[in-house]
């Protein structure tokens, strides 16, 4: 059984410019959720998809945006990059909407 | 919207004391979940507490739901230096508008000194 990966670990953007961050999440799991955590804070939820379908939304804007696929994996993409955008994303993959969320690694990136 | 406030931010302890962390939500809440991150490490799971007054132990960890479901705490006795992370609560809130929205408090930072 795989864990939840996450591609790329690391990601340098200048500002305006967009972003896509992948994340393919554990066997047998059918909801991904994306998170932002920014240095020193507590993981902030940025929306959360369930069978390829948008299954509730944290207070972002909507330059964030994500996709699910049929295997479950997972898109994040940002446009229009801000500098406080610079941050951990975290994906989480999970077998329902409130049950035990398994994290990957995270991509840090960092906006110039 | 809903917020979940953690207490203390920080905790500075000496190997074999204990160690307790605090969770309050502003709302009613359908079910709470701790999560252990080490430094430079991602949230890992540690337990999810759904009904009022929940009471589970893991080993020298013990957790709390409070009657209301809005508060709930952590518990660590004889802090070992494996202990060392942040611990951070997240609430499910109630109703359809709260579908996924798990949210997390700001995490309590222990440090355990050998």
């Known amino acids: 059984e795989t864990g939840v990966t996450q591609s790329p670990t690391h990601l340098i953007k200048t500002r305006g410019q967009q972003v896509t961050l992948r994340c393919s999440s554990q066997?047998?799991?059918?909801?991904v959720s994306w998170y932002q955590q920014a240095l020193g804070q507590g993981p902030q939820f940025i929306f959360q998809?369930?069978?390829?379908?948008?299954?509730g939304r944290g207070n972002f804007p909507p330059r964030f945006s994500g996709l699910q696929f049929p295997n479950y994996s997972s898109e994040l993409n940002v446009n229009a990059l801000e500098l406080d955008d610079s941050a951990l994303y975290l994906c989480?993959?999970?077998?329902?909407?409130?049950?035990?969320?398994?994290f990957g690694p995270g991509t840090r990136l960092t906006v110039l | 919207g809903q917020q979940v406030m953690q207490i203390p931010q920080y905790q500075h302890v000496q190997e074999g004391e204990d160690f307790t962390t605090y969770c309050n939500s502003s709302?009613?809440?359908?079910?709470i979940q701790w999560y252990k991150q080490r430094p430079g490490g991602h949230p890992v799971f540690l337990i999810q507490?759904?009904?009022?007054?929940e009471v589970k132990k893991q080993k020298r960890l013990t957790f709390q739901f409070g009657e209301a479901k809005k508060n709930s705490s952590l518990h660590i006795t004889a802090t070992q230096t494996t202990d060392v992370g942040t611990y951070f609560c997240?609430?499910?809130?109630?109703?359809?508008?709260?579908?996924?929205?798990?949210?997390f408090g700001q995490g309590t930072t222990l440090q355990v000194k050998p």
């Open positions: 507490l759904v009904k009022s007054g």
């Open positions: 066997s047998g799991h059918n909801t």
């Open positions: 989480a993959s999970s077998q329902g909407g409130g049950l035990e969320q398994f």
């Open positions: 709302t009613t809440l359908s079910n």
């Open positions: 998809y369930y069978r390829e379908e948008e299954n």
């Open positions: 997240a609430g499910l809130g109630v109703g359809s508008g709260n579908t996924g929205k798990l949210i």
